[in-house]
């Protein structure tokens, strides 16, 4: 069975620049997550769809953190404009069925931010 | 709010030096709780999910416990391949968040 997919799996950007980040999580999984891990620190939930929808973005820093899941699949998490304090690993999770089962991890994108 | 701790933060075990990480929490409404190992550059990787006090699960060298306050993860007779950070996390009634702990890093030496 194949894991969940990110890409890209490192990036270094300037402050102020936009980054996008792609996750592809396991076939048929209807919960997918994105987790803001920080060097040093438990990761943290960012965004949580059950299927299309959004079950809980109440830590996504809104004003430049953005997340969509197309057709209940694949999903992007974007940062426009990017801090320093936003360098950290972002890691995407996916369950098979209601919220909060047994969660699946892809390998993380690590952003730099300089 | 809800608050999970994790303690050592490190541990440096002989191997074969049997010991026990500690996850203490706060919950409104525990509804379960998961223990992962992370390695280095890669995600978590889910080990155990326990729902009600008094349970208990096992997998090769590390059974894992709940009480009504916190949770153990003993590991017994570790090898060096063990050496990895373990995050706890807890989600509650509202099953909509899931919130981890910082995570106990382990060293076995051999």
């Known amino acids: 069975e194949a894991g969940v997919a990110q890409s890209p799996r490192y990036k270094i950007i300037e402050k102020r620049q936009s980054v996008a980040f792609w996750c592809n999580p396991i076939?048929?999984?209807?919960?997918l997550y994105w987790y803001q891990q920080i060097l040093g620190q438990g990761p943290k939930l960012l965004i949580q769809f059950q299927n299309n929808g959004v079950v809980d973005d109440s830590q996504l820093p809104k004003d430049r953190f953005s997340a969509e899941r197309l057709k209940g699949v694949d999903s992007t998490l974007k940062i426009q404009p990017a801090k320093l304090e936003d360098s950290a690993v972002y890691l995407c999770?996916?369950?098979?069925?209601?919220?909060?089962?047994?969660?699946?991890f892809g390998q993380g994108t690590r952003l730099t931010v300089v | 709010e809800d608050q999970v701790t994790q303690s050592p933060e490190a541990l440096r075990l002989q191997e074969g030096e049997s010991s026990s990480l500690n996850c203490s929490y706060t919950v409104s409404g525990l509804r379960g709780l998961f223990w992962y190992r992370q390695d280095p550059g890669k995600g978590p990787e889910f080990l155990f999910t326990?729902?009600?006090a008094g349970e208990e699960k096992e997998k090769e060298r590390l059974k894992a416990t709940l009480t009504k306050k916190e949770s153990f993860l003993h590991i017994t007779a570790p090898k060096p391949e063990d050496s990895a950070t373990y995050l706890c996390a807890v989600f509650n009634t509202g099953g909509f968040k899931t919130i981890f702990g910082a995570g106990t890093r382990l060293f076995v030496k051999a």
């Open positions: 326990l729902y009600s």
């Open positions: 076939s048929g999984h209807a919960t």
């Open positions: 999770a996916s369950s098979l069925g209601r919220v909060n089962t047994e969660a699946f």
